[in-house]
T-cell receptor, first 113, second 112 residues
Framework: DAGVIQSPRHEVTEMGQEVTLRCKPI?????LFWYRQTMMRGLELLIY????????DSGMPEDRFSAKMPNASFSTLKIQPSEPRDSAVYFC???????????FGSGTQLSVL | AQTVTQSQPEMSVQEAETVTLSCTYD???????LFWYKQPPSRQMILVIR??????QNATENRFSVNFQKAAKSFSLKISDSQLGDTAMYFC?????????FGTGTRLQVFP
């Protein structure tokens, strides 16, 4: 397996634009997580899914953020409208079952100008 | 809520020496899992070691070992025979159900 695949690797956009980050988890993994990493706040869990169903979205900062998982092999994290304070590295991760290790993608570096 | 604390923002060690990174956590749960992840400059998150709280024996992976003190809620990482490739951010993390909660990280620099 190729591991967790995220795209794009880098994204530069202007304030107010819509941004969509994509993730393909490892085949057969039941859990998918979205994290955000910043210097100030470290790694924050935004939302996670179990069998394509959102379980906990308490980490989503505000209504501008939304995440979907339409099927077991694809998830998106959307920011609309984007703001400069959204600039961060966004990681997607998946795991086979609960309490198992997470496999991380290589992250998307988002810069909002 | 569970919290994970890494009190050392930065550490340095000379190649071939041993270094210990500290981590404490707070939880009221009895069954949980602890992890150390490494993030080199490439920013890839790499699992270093995993510990199950119900196991008293400390986990070991080659040059990496942990000192797990359940009563003290402490989970330190020892790196033996440090190598230049160990230079990275190291994150301690806690999981009791589905969620993995990270500490703020320790930046480790290994110098020749």
């Amino acid at each position: 397996d190729a591991g967790v695949i995220q795209s794009p690797r880098h994204e530069v956009t202007e304030m107010g634009q819509e941004v969509t980050l994509r993730c393909k988890p490892i085949s057969g993994h039941d859990y998918l997580f979205w994290y955000r990493q910043t210097m100030m706040r470290g790694l924050e869990l935004l939302i996670y899914f179990n069998n394509n169903v959102p379980i906990d979205d308490s980490g989503m900062p505000e209504d501008r953020f939304s995440a979907k998982m339409p099927n077991a092999s694809f998830s998106t994290l959307k920011i609309q409208p984007s703001e400069p304070r959204d600039s961060a590295v966004y990681f997607c991760a998946s795991s086979l079952r609960t309490n198992e290790k997470l496999f991380f993608g290589s992250g998307t570096q988002l810069s909002v100008l | 809520a569970q919290t994970v604390t890494q009190s050392q923002p930065e550490m340095s060690v000379q190649e071939a020496e041993t270094v210990t990174l500290s981590c404490t956590y707070d939880t009221s749960e009895n069954n949980y899992y602890l992890f150390w992840y490494k993030q080199p400059p490439s920013r890839q998150m790499i699992l270093v070691i995993r510990q199950e709280a119900y196991k008293q024996q400390n986990a070991t992976e080659n040059r990496f070992s942990v000192n797990f003190q359940k009563a003290a809620k402490s989970f330190s990482l020892k790196i033996s025979d440090s190598q230049l490739g160990d230079t990275a951010m190291y994150f301690c993390a806690f999981m009791d159900t589905d969620k993995l909660i990270f500490g703020t990280g320790t930046r480790l620099q290994v110098f020749p």
